[in-house]
């Protein structure tokens, strides 16, 4: 169980993103982070998961809540499409920012080298990298690639996960045919 933070912007601008209306700048709700770190206590979470948009576009942000996450004891996991390398080299805000990081995935989203078996990721090039022991017995390879679906009661379809285009004509068949259904 997990809180996930969405950071609004994405200098990085992957074809095929999932989140393009994460990549302006502009947008998003501004929450301070102790709203976040107690909204995410009160509900008994494990721990943050960061992801976007593009969390290390605004480092000081992302090493604030962070920061704030460990020190009450929740686990951080963020996601980036910068390789790890290359954060390493940045500046120091990214540095602080990658020492508040239990778990690291890193790599831009490649839409011609699709991921079908590791959870949590899209594409083949992108890493799992532990920068603390806390999720070291995490193996996305065992937890395969999974999809949250959720119809609400008003006919709204919510997907979590990612689904290729034959996976995603299946659903629109299925959940037809079960309006259909509940219609008759
Ligand atoms: S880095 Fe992530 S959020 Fe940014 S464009 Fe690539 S897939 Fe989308």
Not at 35 to 64: H, K, W
Not at 71 to 78: D, K, M, P, S, T
Not at 156 to 166: K, M, Q, W
């Amino acid at each position: 169980m997990r809180t996930a933070i969405w950071f609004q912007g994405c200098s990085i601008r992957c074809k095929g993103c999932i989140n393009p209306h994460l990549f302006s700048p502009r947008g998003g709700t501004q929450l301070p982070v102790a709203g976040i770190i107690d909204d995410a206590v009160a509900a008994g979470v494990e721990g943050l998961t960061l992801i976007g948009g593009e969390p290390f576009d605004q480092p000081d942000a992302g090493c604030s809540l962070a920061t704030a996450a460990r020190a009450a004891g929740l686990g951080v996991i963020a996601f980036s499409g910068y390789e790890y390398e290359a954060l390493r080299e940045r500046d120091d805000s990214t540095r602080a920012f990658l020492a508040k990081v239990d778990l690291l995935v890193d790599g831009p989203y490649q839409d011609w080298n699709p991921e079908t078996d590791r959870a949590l990721v899209g594409s083949g090039n992108q890493r799992f990298i532990h920068l603390t022991d806390r999720y070291k017995d995490y193996r996305p390879e065992l937890a395969r690639n999974r999809v949250d679906i959720r119809v609400r009661p008003d006919g709204t379809i919510e997907v979590a996960g990612f689904l290729d285009s034959a996976a995603l004509d299946d659903l629109g068949r299925l959940t037809s045919s079960t309006r259909t259904l509940r219609g008759v």
